[in-house]
């Protein structure tokens, strides 16, 4: 079993900057890759960023160029990096640890930007 728990969510004004947090706990042996998803009210829950072991990454298009995906194994903890956040960017963003078969969420933490 792997528990997720995120901080780091809020309140911000459009063309502000939040940095998400999410340390994970247990068996950590089975996590392959992190990352994180958001979902915005009424829609499916879409990926943002994704990092794996290995250390390579990969961005939804709308995150590209300000939103940046890092990880410290040293602490279990991986961090979004959010820039120039956009009233669109208003969502749930749940964190993820990919294992072999199985993918544990976190709880989600919300994301609320403001025009």
């Known amino acids: 079993q792997v528990t997720l728990v995120e901080s780091g969510g809020g309140l911000v004004q459009a063309g502000g900057s939040l940095r998400l947090s999410c340390v994970a706990s247990?068996?950590?042996?089975?996590?392959?890759?992190m990352g994180w998803s958001r979902q915005a009210p009424g829609k499916q829950r879409t990926l943002v960023a994704v990092?794996?072991?290995?250390?390579?990454?990969n961005y939804a298009e709308s995150a590209k160029g300000r939103f940046t995906i890092s990880r410290d194994n040293a602490e279990n903890t991986v961090y979004l990096q959010m820039n120039s956040l956009k009233p669109e960017d208003t969502a749930v963003y749940y964190c993820?640890?990919?294992?072999?078969?199985?993918?544990?969420w976190g709880q989600g933490t919300q994301v609320t930007v403001s025009s």
């Open positions: 993820a640890a990919y294992g072999s078969t199985y993918t544990y």
């Open positions: 990092t794996t072991n290995g250390g390579s990454t």
């Open positions: 247990g068996d950590i042996f089975k996590i392959n890759a």
